[in-house]
């Protein structure tokens, strides 16, 4: 399965941030689909005015990792 990693996060909730994974996107009712609460983050209540944005995720940097191991060569 394909996905993008994106977080959530708000000013008014602190630190808090929540790992998600975009499974899907539809263009024609401007919708996302979504996995929440990945990589060890907390499925909580958002409020309005909450922000999704692409950033760089531990699991990211920790797939890419083993990407590299592996396409390494000897």
């Not at 394909?2 to 499974?23: H, K, L, M």
């Not at 996302?32 to 409020?47: A, S």
């Amino acid at each position: 399965t394909q996905f993008a990693r994106a977080t959530i996060s708000n000013p008014a909730v602190g630190d808090a941030v929540e790992i998600v994974y975009i499974t899907a996107l539809d263009e024609a009712t401007d919708s996302i689909t979504v996995l929440r609460g990945r990589e060890g983050t907390e499925f909580g209540p958002w409020p309005a005015g909450s922000k999704l944005q692409c950033r760089v995720t531990a699991g990211m940097l920790a797939s890419q990792r083993l990407e590299t191991m592996f396409d390494a060569e000897y």
